[in-house]
C-alpha cells in the first residue's frame, strides 16, 4: 500500500490550495471539475498500473526475500543478493516469473482507485461539516487536517475492500518452482475452501496500521521538502521537483512503514499451500517472533529493492499521469 500513498501525495501536489479553491465554484465550474474528477481517477489508476508492471521485477524480489526466514532457519540463509535471486528466477521459472502476481496487481489497482477516490471525497465533506469549514473560507491547519484524515480513512476503507487480492497477489508473487496456486479465481477459491473466508484477510491488521503513517510521512515529507526547495531555488523546473520530492517522501515512508510491511506479508503467507502455520499471535506477536529470531535486519529484508524501485516508480506514474490528463481533456473539449 506504500505506493498508493506516494501517488495520492504526487498527484495532489502536497498542499491544500486546491481544497480551498475549490470552496467558491460555480455551478458550471463543479460541473466541470467533476468531468475533471473521473478523467483524474482514470489517469490515476492507469498510470499505477503501468508504473507497477514496469517495476513488477523489482517488487517480486522484495516480496522473495520478505518472506525468507519464514520456514526455515535463519542461520542457513545465505546474504540477501539482488543478482543471485533474479539469476534464480531466469535459470528456474524463466524471464516471465518476474510479472507473477503482476496480473492480480492490476486488477486490483482500478477498483482500490474508485474506492480511494470516491470515499476520500465522502470522508472531506463530512470532516468539513464536523469542523464548520463547509462553504466557509478555512485556514492552511484545518485543510491539512481535513486532508490527512480523509486520506487515511478512505485509505483503509479502500485497503479493506481490496484486500483479498493483495493476498493473492502475495501469495502468486511468493510461489517459487511449484505453483500451487494456478491464477486470480483459483486462489480465491482456493483460500476459501482451505481456510475459510477469513483467511482471505489474514494481514489485514498490519496492512491497516501502515495506512495512515504511510500518509502522513509521504505528505509531511513532500510538503516540507518542495517548501523548502522552492524557497531556496525558485527557478527550478516544477516537474523536477516534485519527482525528487516525491522520491524522498517514498524512501522516507518506506524506511518507516518497510517493517508492517513485512509483518504483513508474511502473515498473508500463513497457512499456504497447506503449509503448518509460523505465527499465531497476531500483528504485534508476529513482530516480536520476528524480532526475536532475525533481529533487526529481519524486519528490513527486501528494503533495498523496494529503494530501488521507488524512484522509477515515482517517475513512471508522474509521467503517464500527466500525459494522459492532457490526452483526456482533449477528449472532454471535443
Known sequence: ?????????????????????????????????????????????????????????LARLTILFQVQGMHSDVSTLKKASIWREASRIVSEEGFRAFWKGNLVTIVHRLPYSSISFYSFERYKNFLQLMLGAEGHETNFGSDVFVRLAGGGLAGITAASATYPLDLVRTRL??????????????ALRTISKEEGVFGLYKGL??????????????FSVYDTVRSYWQ????????????????????????????????????MQLEGAGGRAPVYKTGVFGTFGHILRAEGVRGLYRGIL??????????????????????????IEAC
Not at 491488521?205 to 509521504?218: E, F, M, Q, T
Not at 522520491?247 to 518497510?258: D, H, K, M, P
Not at 524512484?311 to 490526452?327: A, C, D, H, N, R
Request: hydrophobic share 35%; proline share 5%.
Open 305 to 330: 529493492p523496494e529503494y530501488y524501485k521507488v524512484v522509477p516508480s515515482i517517475g513512471i506514474v508522474f509521467m503517464t499521469y500527466e500525459k494522459l490528463k492532457q490526452v483526456l481533456s482533449g
Open 231 to 266: 524557497l531556496q531555488r525558485p527557478d527550478d523546473s516544477t516537474v523536477m521537483v516534485s519527482l525528487a520530492c516525491g522520491s524522498l517522501s517514498g524512501i522516507a515512508s518506506s524506511t518507516v512503514s518497510f517493517p508492517l510491511d513485512l509483518v504483513r506479508r508474511r
Open 205 to 218: 491488521g498490519a496492512c491497516l496500521l501502515g495506512v495512515g503513517p504511510n500518509l502522513a510521512i509521504s
Open 173 to 186: 508473487s511468493a510461489q517459487r518452482n511449484v505453483n500451487y496456486y494456478r491464477g486470480i479465481w483459483h
Open 1 to 57: 500500500m506504500q505506493t498508493e500513498a506516494r501517488v495520492r501525495v504526487v498527484e495532489g501536489g502536497g498542499s491544500s490550495h486546491k481544497l480551498v479553491a475549490r470552496h467558491h465554484q460555480t455551478p458550471s465550474q463543479h460541473h466541470r471539475s467533476q468531468i475533471g474528477a473521473l478523467s483524474q481517477l482514470i489517469a490515476g489508476g492507469v498510470a499505477g498500473a503501468v508504473s507497477k508492471t514496469c517495476t513488477a521485477p
